[in-house]
């Protein structure tokens, strides 16, 4: 059954860095986009980033644009997020998702299948 499990959250001071990682199974990673997506408190998901199967294309949201960096490994079957000059804003629970079919790109829903989440605090 296909399983995405995030990790690498936790507190941060503003400015700092933090890697989120998010491990897969039970389907093919390589063959599909993913996405990382959050939801800070008391708000809608908000899409961040979106990654091509091969890694050679990404896409990003103005909020996190030169900051934050979308990347795979595909030999390991798992999608990062690098996360540089965090803000207070970023405090967010941070999840990953995957695309609904093989190799076909589709725009960010909340219908797509996504973990269960990383909690990231951004607060001196």
């Known amino acids: 059954q296909v399983q995405l499990v995030e990790s690498g959250g936790g507190l941060v001071q503003p400015g700092g860095s933090l890697r989120l990682s998010c491990s897969t199974s039970?389907?093919?990673?390589?063959?599909?986009?993913m996405y990382w997506v959050r939801q800070a408190p008391g708000k809608g998901l908000e899409w961040i980033a979106t990654m091509q199967f091969t890694g050679n294309v990404a896409s990003y949201a103005d909020s996190v644009k030169g900051r934050f960096t979308i990347s795979r490994d595909n030999a390991k079957s798992t999608l990062f997020l690098q996360m540089n000059s965090v803000k207070s804003e970023d405090t967010a629970i941070y999840y990953c998702?995957?695309?609904?079919?093989?190799?076909?790109?589709?725009?960010?829903?909340?219908?797509?299948?996504r973990g269960q989440g990383t909690q990231v605090t951004v607060s001196s």
């Open positions: 998702a995957k695309a609904s079919s093989e190799w076909n790109y589709e725009d960010w829903g909340a219908h797509l299948r």
């Open positions: 039970g389907f093919t990673f390589s063959h599909y986009w």
